[in-house]
């Protein structure tokens, strides 16, 4: 209703006017209402302003007509409407009408057509159309000349926009000579304190940034700023368009931290001024996102790009180009951190728009191609990035010239592609051509110049000629250091490429310290995007820098087979390993736990969890059938990361153990090894995974590096068919062994034997890597009949050996897993408090479930089909009939009796009391037990995309959770009733859950006050193994969920055997006071012991992890 009065209000004066026109007076209204809207405009009122633009029209076109200045007038101002809407084919159009009605009405020196003819120059510009721009400008300024004269303000602006598109299209020297000039006349005409002058100022600041000379840039951007301050205040908008310029300037100059403090103070004011929903706040809050993103603080530069793309789309919508270049920034950021999922549909969308709003033959659609095939490079997807490199170059030499920074940056781009690819004749070429240009426009100070340097150097390595390599890096980590700073990744890149020339030079008293200093900045910036970045976004960045870490692992191999020294490099890559093994579970265990969480904190918790349980519920139904994942998922990833953000000192947690540290908590007789496994690059690279072992010894001397033996030669053992499991089990620990491959013994522990006996070792802490995760060290035969080398050594296994140097810096270290001296004192000895599983049953009894969960007062906490329900699979698919485990009942009872005879707080869940609702209820309304023993059977299906050890492949009908892409979907264990769920596909009637309990549940779990998990079930210990990370299965969802210690399976192990076992473990640690770990072990050797269970099919299926 508003709306209508508004406009009434101007059309009532107008349509009561007498039948004669008075020409003047119409002249005068069109005047006054384009006056308005031009206020409008100024408000960003876009809408408001072609409203009354369109009642002067209106009024124009009925009093005056169409071939009438007061028409033209109104032409030119919807224009400018258009413009600062950047929709330019409007805008064009309605320019190209005012001039038209001018030329024809008031001639062509008039001024009114000659800004026509200029503002239609300035949309063909900004459209990218320099050729249609050119000869508008020239007519323009020759009109001027001729009619004004070379010393009129109006001459100045004709000179300023030519000076603007020489600048855009890189002649850097002619956009130099027309500032200067039109500065000069508006020094001479207007004097220094007029607006203009400081717009003149401003432009030669910003035209000298780019071309690398700081000092002169720096002076004009002061200038122009003091001006714009004294002439309006701190608080007027054109006074901080000249501070985040100088702002930008300390950006590119590499002074961040004044960068910094201009850029915030210009957020501030424009907050303040103009409110947090402005455009140009959002310009501000871009401006800062690209300095943190230049710095490498992305978790400072997401936010803020974020922030920027809500208030664009909403102040300015979907398709404006703001929205776009906050897309694209942010997809840059993502593309930086290896999050190529996220950036790709960002650079899409931008892409999109640029081009629906400036077309295809504009230097923002050049950079949009380039920036995608950035990423495209980056994931090796060669073929995707090449004729986005192409068609980036062919826009940008057609309408920039080949004489632009950015026509030199597509050619550097297209030259690492080529390099990349193996093509080093292409690559050669666009180097030098990219580093001429570069220098010629940018000088020898600027960051893209010592990004040719790099390439160029890197084409010469390659090709063997170090000495011409060598200045060419020296150069660039000297520009990048003084413009970046020692904390840029850039620098740190220098410095990697500079120790990788020194290393093939043999020149290593050089290439290690810069290794090491290469080393130390890789982690500071893993460790950094743990403070803003989610579990999976975490995971994919760290892939980022696997490379490097097979780098240093190949140059130790390269060294000892040419038996050169090894010099610091063990050290480095025990540091490296004791830092990368499990950092990603390292951090969700953090988050995981949130000690005395605030309100706040708690809040968005509950909410990721929340998310997190109906993603659950999604990810159990085939792709299909699922709905609104998407969503669920930005919002758990969107909270998690907020959580991280909020964690005080999360990030800080997560601290560097170095190997001195290590070998300091070990005593005498005590050894410490990570192994480690790596792709080889040397000589060239290969698809060859080394297996080698870091030994540290106790008393402070390096690390020994120790290679082991090649994974395919694992693999010929692991995976080796051998009938039935127990006869491929005594085969596969036996040494030698009767087919004449190498034993386990001979790939894994013969290479390290002779420097253990040497230094008396007898106690062995151990992390292991790949492959030796679904192994059991102790069970391997030592190469005498029926010795193992359990009989040899005292082998404890651990998630990562910087657990040594961290309990001996908390001041205990903890008996569960380090028996040894008496100083070792335990943080458990027995345990506070208990929850058995046993003997379940697996059938359904809906009514003694329903018993069973109102005895325990527990409830689904999602009764969507419960949490991974499994009401979309077919009844031949659920053929599997899981038999009751009476041995499991046998070892509760037996285990609760135990316990309860030690006044120790027990709860039993037999039976159908065994319930998927009951296991959750555990550490929701006070803290978890000390213990939590669970007898049942485990489940782990293989990655279905894996297919290297799979004798056929699955197909699309099997059930969710053998082909889940979650691979915490495909490991879990079977609770009461769960056989009725796999059978009928959906849980018991009554809204009970289906029995199913997976390992990603289990994660969402606190289990923070337990200090042991007993997981008597068959396979519990199997997952999908990645990287340094280990297994992804139960073992790791216990440990998120704050478990400390997991006992768990690596095998099924028959129901007896694992009866005897627990019995035993059990008997020794509560009865006879035994510490955990040595509990567990002499039990081990009773059973192996026992007539008829010698075979480690038998004995060797349980594990002990911390």
Avoid at 277 to 296: I, V
Wanted: aromatic letters at 10%.
């Amino acid at each position: 209703m508003a709306r209508f009065l508004f406009l009434g209000f101007f059309l009532l004066p107008f349509f009561s006017a007498a039948q004669v026109v008075d020409t003047a007076m119409v002249q005068k209204q069109v005047d006054s209402l384009i006056e308005i809207s031009r206020n409008l405009i100024g408000k960003r009122e876009f809408d408001k302003a072609l409203e009354v633009n369109a009642v002067a029209e209106q009024t124009a076109l009925e009093k005056l007509g169409r071939e009438s200045g007061a028409y033209g007038s109104c032409c030119f101002n919807r224009g400018r409407v258009n413009y600062f809407k950047r929709e330019y084919p409007e805008a064009e159009k309605w320019y190209l009408e005012s001039k038209v009605i001018r030329e024809k009405v008031l001639g062509k020196e008039h001024p009114d057509y000659v800004k026509s003819l200029t503002n239609l120059g300035i949309v063909y510009m900004d459209m990218g159309n320099y050729e249609k721009a050119e000869p508008i400008f020239l007519e323009s300024k020759a009109i001027r000349e001729k009619v004004l004269g070379k010393e009129h303000p109006d001459y100045a602006i004709s000179l300023h926009v030519l000076g603007n598109l020489s600048f855009v299209m890189g002649n850097h020297e002619k956009a130099e000579q027309l500032y200067l000039e039109a500065k000069a006349i508006r020094e001479k005409v207007l004097g220094k304190e007029h607006p203009e002058y400081a717009v003149s100022l401003m432009n030669l600041g910003g035209l000298y940034r780019d071309m690398g000379n700081y000092e002169k840039a720096e002076s004009f951007l002061l200038e122009s700023k003091a001006i714009w301050e004294k002439l309006v205040g701190k608080q007027h908008p054109d006074y901080v368009k000249s501070l985040n310029n100088l702002g930008v300037l300390y950006k590119n100059m590499g002074n961040y931290e004044k960068a910094e403090l201009i850029l915030l103070e210009s957020k501030a004011i424009r907050e303040k001024v103009l409110g947090k929903q402005h455009p140009d706040y959002a310009f501000s809050l871009n401006s800062l996102g690209n300095l943190y993103s230049m710095m490498g603080k992305y978790e400072k530069a997401e936010p803020l790009y974020l922030e920027s793309i809500a208030i664009r789309e909403k102040v300015l919508g979907k398709e404006h180009l703001e929205y776009a270049f906050s897309l694209m920034n942010l997809g840059n950021l993502y593309s930086t951190i290896g999050n190529y999922e996220k950036a790709e549909p960002l650079y899409f969308e931008a892409i999109a728009i640029k081009e629906k709003v400036l077309g295809k033959e504009h230097p923002e659609h050049a950079a949009s191609l380039h920036n995608l095939g950035n990423m495209y490079w980056a994931m090796g997807n060669y073929e995707k990035a090449e004729p986005l490199y192409l068609g980036a170059i062919t826009i940008s030499e057609k309408v920039l010239g080949k004489e632009h920074p950015d026509y030199a940056d597509n050619l550097r781009s297209l030259g690492a592609l080529y390099f990349a690819m193996g093509n080093y004749e292409k690559a050669k070429p666009l180097y030098l051509e990219s580093k001429a240009i570069s220098e010629k426009a940018l000088g020898k100070e600027h960051p893209h110049y010592a990004g040719s340097l790099i390439n160029l150097g890197n084409f010469y390595c390659r090709m063997g000629y170090f000495d011409k390599a060598e200045p060419l890096y020296l150069e660039a980590k000297t520009i990048q250091e003084k413009v970046l700073g020692k904390v840029h990744p850039d620098y740190a890149n220098s410095m990697h490429i500079l120790a990788n020339l020194y290393e093939n030079q043999h020149r290593f008293s050089e290439s290690e310290p810069l290794l090491d200093e290469y080393f130390i900045l890789s982690r500071t910036e893993q460790t950094k995007s743990a403070a803003f970045l989610s579990i999976n976004e975490l995971a994919n960045y760290t892939v980022t820098f696997r490379e490097s870490g097979d780098n240093l692992l190949s140059k130790i191999l390269s060294r000892q087979v040419k038996k050169e020294r090894t010099g610091i490099l063990p050290g480095l890559i025990y540091d490296h390993a004791l830092f990368q093994k499990g950092f990603l579970l390292s951090a969700a265990v953090r988050l995981n736990a949130l000690p005395n969480a605030s309100p706040e904190i708690t809040e968005i918790n509950n909410r990721l969890k929340g998310y997190r349980r109906r993603l659950a519920a999604e990810y159990s139904k085939p792709i299909t059938g699922r709905k609104n994942v998407a969503e669920l998922e930005e919002k758990a990833n969107v909270a998690e990361k907020e959580l991280s953000r909020r964690v005080e000192g999360y990030a800080e947690a997560i601290r560097q153990v170095k190997w001195q540290e290590v070998s300091a908590a070990l005593q005498p007789g005590e050894s410490a090894i990570e192994f480690v496994h790596f792709r080889v690059n040397f000589p060239e690279q290969t698809d060859s995974t080394m297996y080698s072992a870091l030994v540290t010894l106790p008393g402070g001397h390096a690390p020994y590096f120790i290679p082991l033996c090649e994974e395919r030669q694992l693999d010929a053992l692991v995976y080796k068919s051998e009938g039935a499991r127990h006869n491929y089990l005594q085969n596969l620990y036996a040494s030698p062994r009767a087919d004449g491959l190498p034993s386990l013994y001979q790939l894994l522990w013969s290479p390290i034997e002779k420097l253990l006996y040497d230094q008396g070792i007898k106690t062995v802490y151990y992390a292991p890597t790949g492959l030796l995760h679904r192994l059991n060290l102790d069970a391997i035969g030592a190469g005498k009949s029926g010795v193992r080398l359990a009989d040899s050594y005292h082998l404890v296994p651990m998630g990562s050996t910087r657990l040594l140097a961290e309990n001996s810096k908390a001041g205990t270290i903890a008996e569960e897993t380090m028996p040894g001296a008496a100083t070792r004192h335990s943080a458990l000895r027995t345990p506070h408090s208990a929850i058995v599983y046993g003997g379940i049953r697996y059938e359904m009894d809906s009514s003694a479930i329903t018993l069973a969960n109102e005895k325990n007062n527990a409830n689904p906490q999602d009764t969507t089909g419960g949490l991974f329900s499994f009401a979309h699979m077919t009844e031949d698919q659920r053929g599997e009939n899981w038999d009751y485990l009476p041995g499991t009942e046998k070892e509760a009872r037996y285990l609760n009796s135990l316990l309860t005879g030690q006044g120790i707080k027990t709860n039993l869940q037999l039976g159908y009391e065994a319930t998927e609702e009951s296991f959750k209820q555990i550490g929701q309304n006070g803290p978890s037990p000390s213990l939590l023993h669970i007898g049942t059977h485990g489940f782990f299906f293989p990655d279905p995309q894996d297919t290297t050890h799979r004798r056929a492949s699955l197909s699309d009908e099997e059930p969710v959770f053998k082909i889940s892409e979650y691979s915490m979907i495909r490991s879990g264990l079977k609770l009461a009733g769960s056989r009725y769920a796999w059978k009928n596909g959906h849980p018991l009637p009554g809204g009970h859950e289906d029995g199913i309990l997976t390992a990603y549940e289990v994660s969402q779990m606190n289990l923070s006050n337990t200090q042991l998990v007993v997981l008597s079930a068959c396979e519990t210990g199997l997952g999908d193994i990645r990287g340094n990370e280990g297994v992804y299965g139960l073992q790791r969802a216990f440990r998120i969920a704050g478990a400390k210690n997991v006992l768990m399976s690596l095998w099924k192990v028959p129901d007896d055997a694992t009866e005897k076992l627990m019995t035993r473990f059990y008997h020794n640690w509560l009865i006879e006071k035994k510490p955990l770990q040595e509990s567990f072990e002499a039990a081990q050797l009773w059973l192996r012991r026992q007539a008829g269970f010698e075979n480690p099919y038998y004995w060797a299926g349980f594990v002990l992890v911390k």
